[in-house]
């Protein structure tokens, strides 16, 4: 049970990292387009 808790958690913080590159990448294009 604890390392499928670890999993989910790890597995959080890659998405979290994830959408934090994609907000990161969208804010680079648009401050490129002005």
Avoid: D, N, Q
Avoid at 18 to 33: P, Q, T
């Amino acid at each position: 049970a604890a390392a499928v808790a670890e999993a989910a958690v790890k597995s959080g913080v890659a998405r979290i990292e994830l959408s934090y590159e994609e907000a990161y990448k969208m804010a680079e294009e648009k401050l490129g387009r002005e």
